[in-house]
């Protein structure tokens, strides 16, 4: 069994922040998505969140629906979950291959993370490569490299999806709402 965390805000924490505008400052327990199963009969939690690419990705994998289910069921009455989600309904249209490289910090210690995305022949799904570059010694070097396989979630799919885990009061956040560079998924446990 795990048990859940201590949810404090950190700076530049945009989905603890969003618990603390809707839950109040403070300390609230915290479960991550992928820990639900393991969570099974331990004491309810006040929030259960997942992270950016995580639905898509279980949604993928047939897995989403049991995975919200679990979620449900590990809330507190009024807990919360929270979820950022990539709404790319729009860009499989047009099947872009990858977004803008992110970099992080100066001189020796700078990052590049790039992702790359190969879309399927009908636009539902997509593999995501993610790979960080650090600098070594006189040239960049692979850190890291991540290959996932996401499936395209339009906004009316994941409100539907919520709402039949049993969720209430289901909202989604804009970017601008929440500060979040995507958007955030609120959803109520029952109470």
Known sequence: MTAAQDLVPLPEDPLAEVVAAVLGAGRHSVLDLLDVVRHLGGDPVDVVRAGDDLLPRLAHENALDQALLLARQALRPGGLFVASVPELDRLSRMRPTA??????????D????????????DGESY??????????????????????????LSPEQISASLLEAGFGAVQRL??????????????????
């Open 99 to 108: 977004p803008p490289p992110r970099v992080s910090g100066r001189g020796a």
């Open 110 to 121: 700078r990052q590049v993370t790039v992702q790359l995305w190969d879309w399927s022949p």
């Open 127 to 152: 593999s995501l490569e993610v790979v960080r570059l650090v600098r070594g010694p006189g040239q960049w070097e692979v850190a890291s490299s991540v290959a996932t396989r996401h499936r395209v």
């Open 174 to 191: 804009s970017p601008a709402e929440c500060g979040h560079p995507l958007p955030v998924w609120v959803a109520v446990a029952p109470g």
